[in-house]
C-alpha cells in the first residue's frame, strides 16, 4: 500500500527536512542516531507434519493451519554502526514500547549521553507512554536521554528502520512460526548475523536532493 505524500504541503517538508538533516551528521557514539520501528508476525501451527524436501522438491506444508495468535517485534536500528535491537512482544502498546526504549538506553546506548531517536509518528512513540510504564522520576530520566525526530505523516520511507524490518521479513519472517519462542529463537539468529556483518545504510538523499527532486511537495510562493 503506497503512502502518497500531499502536494505543497508545509507541515510534511518540515519534518522530512528535519530528519534528512539528522541522517547528515557524522557517526557519535556517544550520540547514535537509532531508527525505531515495528511490525506483527502471525504465528501459525501445523495440524499436520510437513512433508520433507528431497533433491527435487522443496519443504511441503498442509494447506491447513492452527492459527496461534500475533506477536509484535520492535527493532531499533543504528544504520551509522550497522547494529539492530529486536524485541518480540505480546502487545504493541505504550508500556511495550516504553520499556523497549529503556532496555535501549540502559542496554546497548548506556554510555550515550543522547540517543537520537527517529520514528514515525504512531501514538505509542512518545514520551507520554514513559511515564505510564515508569514512576515519574525514572520516566524522566529516559526521557532527558532521548533527542526525538518525526517522519512526516505518509512519509514512513524516511525511517531507515523500514529498510531493516523489510530485509528481518524476507530472510526471517517468510516461513510459518508457531510460537513465540520458535519466533524469539529465529530473530535472535538473524539479529547476531546481521550485527556480525555490520550491515549498515548509506544514506545519501539529503535536503538539496529533496528541494529539487521532491519540489511538488514544497509550497510555492511569491517574494
Known amino acids: 500500500m503506497w503512502c502518497i505524500p500531499p502536494r505543497s504541503n508545509a507541515e510534511f517538508v518540515a519534518a522530512m527536512e528535519d530528519v534528512l538533516e539528522v541522517y547528515q551528521r557524522p557517526y557519535d557514539p556517544l550520540c547514535p542516531q537509532v531508527c525505531v520501528d515495528e511490525t506483527s508476525k502471525q504465528l501459525v501451527g501445523e495440524t499436520r507434519l510437513p512433508l520433507p524436501a528431497g533433491p ?16 509484535n517485534l520492535f527493532l531499533a536500528f543504528e544504520p551509522l554502526a550497522g547494529q539492530r535491537q529486536v524485541a518480540v512482544t505480546a502487545t504493541r502498546c505504550r508500556t511495550d514500547w516504553a520499556q523497549f526504549i529503556r532496555d535501549l538506553i540502559d542496554g546497548p546506548y548506556h554510555d550515550a549521553d543522547k540517543v537520537v531517536l527517529v520514528m514515525d509518528q504512531l501514538n505509542v512513540h512518545s514520551t507520554a507512554s514513559l511515564y505510564e ?3 515519574p522520576a ?3 530520566r529516559i526521557a532527558q536521554k532521548l533527542e526525538i525526530h518525526f517522519t512526516p505523516k505518509h512519509g514512513s520511507w524516511l525511517n531507515m528502520a523500514e529498510i531493516d524490518l523489510s530485509v528481518l521479513s524476507r530472510q526471517c519472517l517468510g516461513e510459518r512460526i ?3 519462542p520458535h519466533l524469539e529463537r529465529q530473530i535472535a539468529l538473524w539479529q547476531a548475523e546481521r550485527n556480525r556483518r555490520r550491515c549498515a545504510v548509506d544514506w545519501r538523499f539529503t535536503n538539496t536532493d529533496a ?3 521532491l519540489k511538488h511537495l514544497y509550497p510555492s510562493f511569491h517574494l
Do not use: K, M, Q, W
Open 56 to 71: 527435487d522438491r522443496p519443504l511441503r506444508y498442509d494447506f491447513e493451519y492452527v492459527r496461534n495468535g500475533t506477536a
Open 178 to 180: 508457531p510460537d513465540r
Open 138 to 140: 525514572e520516566a524522566r
Open 133 to 135: 510504564r515508569f514512576d
Open 211 to 213: 528541494r529539487i527532486r
